[in-house]
């Protein structure tokens, strides 16, 4: 019998990476921070699940590697969360890691 793999993800959002900032530089910083985090996802090996979305600035980035999603806190499709109590991805406590999850 083959055990079909977990899946892990999180909803990237270009939005809301400059609405702090206060001059060009501290965006043009973040962005650059933004990046550089795509790009390291991206060598580990998550992925863009579909391009569905992405005109609503929702990008879905998957990885089946459990150890890459703790890595970047991806959060499996179907858990429960024993630290927060929570079982919907969207109203997940920062702080919250997949150590806390019921799996």
């Not at 206060?22 to 579909?50: C, P, Q, T, W």
């Not at 929702?58 to 999603?69: F, K, N, Q, W």
């Amino acid at each position: 019998m083959t055990q079909e793999r977990k899946t892990y993800r999180i909803v990237w959002r270009n939005r809301y990476l400059t609405c702090q900032c206060e001059s060009i530089a501290e965006m043009a910083e973040d962005l650059r921070a933004a990046a550089a985090k795509l790009e390291a996802m991206a060598r580990d090996g998550i992925v863009l699940e579909s391009t569905d979305g992405m005109d609503d600035d929702y990008a879905d980035l998957v990885t089946t590697d459990r150890e890459v999603a703790e890595a970047f806190n991806l959060m499996p499709d179907h858990w429960h969360c024993e630290c927060c109590g929570t079982e919907q991805p969207g109203d997940h406590l920062d702080g919250c890691s997949l150590a806390d999850l019921d799996e």
